[in-house]
């Protein structure tokens, strides 16, 4: 909170009735007050009063003490501070008005001892660490001398987008029964590298963003990162890597930035600025009835905000800019000025309206003579949820909680059009676009390889519900259910004899490694 010191000055002349505003007069001495009957004699009324206590509160009180039922927009409304001075010397990092004002260090330290109680700690054998050696996965291969990865003599600028739910099979490139559903997302996969075996290791949306961002299996749940603030701070990940290289970095969602504490992973790895509904909502046109869904802007309309975007970006390189579409969220949401794929098929239409939202992107960076200076990723963050709902919507392009999502890249002096056949997965985002952007050496990470300029020598993918082994996923349709309870992890083995997993080893593998970058977090910096 260290720019809360400001905000008795700037809350003075929040008013014009603040700026001369008289000290209030001193207590009585402690040896002459009747602690029994003693009332504090505060003016509800009195909003320069009302300021002062709440600049005195978020410098001195909240790190210890939550106001977790009070909304900070609320406060704002009621002692009458505007909401830029608010976000500008009241809000601590990473917060937005409309969080509720739980960020305190005492609810903080508690989820932390909570969750540290029910983390099942494991450690590994020496011949389980070998074992690991040979499948080219485990904390053997973040022990090497550090080597810091090199900036790009000519870097590139960088656009990653997160299509929510969006399988490979979506679309044409990956074998979609529904001819003319993503022209778009077809003609980019044509022109670039697709990975036609890309599968989600985690879901929901928050374990895919910090899954490709930081190279882990990431086992959060939705609210997890809205309290403890704790979990990746300390390790680097892709933005922290390109900020170390001189990059902006910006993130663009339709959705609320704050719901599953993606604001406070994004700013804490050096985003520079975070943009969604919170903001999108001031705007009166947005706000119209049919003109949002139920999660916030429509895609087309968030690709509108990023072209508005894009000069200013443009201008100061390199830049990376981060998207998170919306509109494919069960049960589907088709925006105004989207084209219908067919009537009555609402996903499908859905599906059908982020690509033409991408369209429109693409459409504008070519326009711009932007694909010459500009790498772009573009990755499905999980499959659509299964429910029963989701199938009958999809049919044939059902999918279970796990399978083959949509991944292409492109770049400028890429070899051309191409096609990698062999299994990745959402850990290897983030060393690929290292990878593609000319970073030399580049950085490692726990679980992500990139297969682009050198061959993947792993074995298998492993991840909390399934396994890869030789082109196949094991089981053939996993679940989000536990299937390790702790009592059994405290007895697996790793068995080199065997090389298809039980759900314990794989579990075992994950929390011994988080294990190791959690208490060695310099070493996701070291190189491949």
Known sequence: MHKLVLAGAVLLGAAGSLTVAAEEPAAPAAETLQWETWQADNEVSNIASLQ???RNFMNYCAGCHSMKYVRYSRVATDLKIPIPMLQADLLPDGAAPEDFAAASLALNWRTYLEEQDGFERVSLSDAERNYLR???IGPGRLRRPQVPPGKPERPLNLITIYLEGFQANFTQAGHSPFPGLTPNLDRFAGRSLFM??????????????????CGILAQVENDALETDRGY???MTCLADVLHDAGYRQEFFGGADSGFSGKRLFLNAHHYDAVWGWERWGQNEVYAEEGRRNAWGLNDTDLMREVIVRLPDLAAHPPFHLSLLTVNTHQPGYQAPDCPEYQHDRLMLNAIHCTDYAFGLLMDELERRGDLYSTAIVVMGDHTMFPTPEGNAALGPAAAEWFGKVF???????????????????????APMALDI???RPLPRFAFGRSPISARDPRRTLIAAHFQILNGAMTPAKPTTDEEC??????????NPGTPLMSACERQKIINAIEEEL???????RQSN
Do not use: C, K
């Open 134 to 136: 040979t499948l080219r």
């Open 52 to 54: 002062r206590g709440a």
């Open 437 to 439: 952007l000319g970073f």
């Open 485 to 494: 309870p702790p009592e059994l992890l405290e007895h697996a083995r790793l």
């Open 518 to 524: 959690l208490a060695n977090p310099a070493r996701t």
């Open 232 to 234: 990746t701070r300390n």
């Open 196 to 213: 036609s075996s890309f599968y989600n290791a985690v879901t929901p949306t928050i374990n895919a963003l910090i899954s490709s961002q």
């Open 407 to 429: 991944m292409a890249l492109s770049w400028p002096g890429a070899p051309g059009p191409g096609l990698i056949e062999s299994p990745a997965y959402t850990p290897d985002f």
